[in-house]
């Protein structure tokens, strides 16, 4: 059974670090990961999806990368804003259904 | 930019009551999705609809749990006899294609049984 981990659960930043999330999973035979942002009470907003041919994909400040055969994925922010505060999920794609981790909540101190 | 719109944002319903979640998926999507997540817990996959059929499921849905595609525009999701154990919020998704393709999400509708 797939099971995705998400690490660290929670961070906190001051403004303009730089900073990465991890994202695990066990089993490697997935289709493609996606990330995701869920602010408090709302819904899921998809922030990069990357092929499990693809090692990376970028969007604006956001990179994300992928070791498939490892069962890895990091999502990595740069220069972070007060206003990247949120929880952070990763999903991969089995199937016709994503697994999703726990997530890590975000907050990014002015 | 197209979305995904559900209805209602807050449902409140008593313990045995049928509800029924409404979604209006992205117009040329044809592939549908129900999620939910428990306060404080994961989002887990409940149901993927393709070709007005389910194409997977999950244990979570069970025999109370239904889904239709009623006409060319909505998708809803209907729980026969709510449990307080349902109260969660439930995501609709959709995608342009299966097989991995990205899956955009709804604003959610949460459930609260009482």
């Known amino acids: 059974k797939q099971e995705v981990t998400q690490i660290p659960a929670a961070l906190s930043v001051p403004e303009g670090e730089n900073l990465v999330l991890n994202c695990s999973f066990t089993d490697s035979a997935i289709y493609n990961l996606q990330w995701f942002r869920q602010d408090p009470g709302k819904g899921l907003t998809s922030l990069l999806l990357?092929?499990?041919?693809?090692r990376e994909q970028t969007s604006g400040r956001l990179n994300a990368s992928l070791d498939k055969s490892s069962g890895r994925s990091t999502l990595y922010i740069a220069a972070s804003q007060p206003g990247d505060s949120a929880t952070y999920l990763c999903a991969v794609i089995v199937g016709n259904k994503l697994v999703f981790g726990a997530g890590t909540i975000l907050r990014v101190k002015s | 930019e197209p979305e995904v719109t559900q209805t209602p944002s807050h449902q409140v319903t008593q313990m045995g009551q049928e509800v029924i979640l409404r979604c209006v998926p992205i117009s040329n999507h044809l592939y549908f999705y129900w999620y939910r997540q428990i306060l404080g817990q994961k989002v887990e996959f409940l149901v993927s609809f393709y070709n007005n059929e389910i194409s997977e499921k999950s244990e979570i849905f069970d025999d109370q749990f239904s889904v239709e595609r009623p006409d060319g525009s909505n998708f809803t999701l209907k729980i026969r006899s709510t449990k307080l154990e349902d109260s969660a919020m439930y995501f609709c998704?959709?995608?342009?294609?299966?097989?991995?393709?990205?899956?955009?999400f709804g604003a959610g509708t949460r459930l609260s049984v009482l």
């Open positions: 998704a959709s995608s342009d294609q299966g097989g991995g393709n990205i899956q955009y």
């Open positions: 990357i092929q499990s041919s693809q």
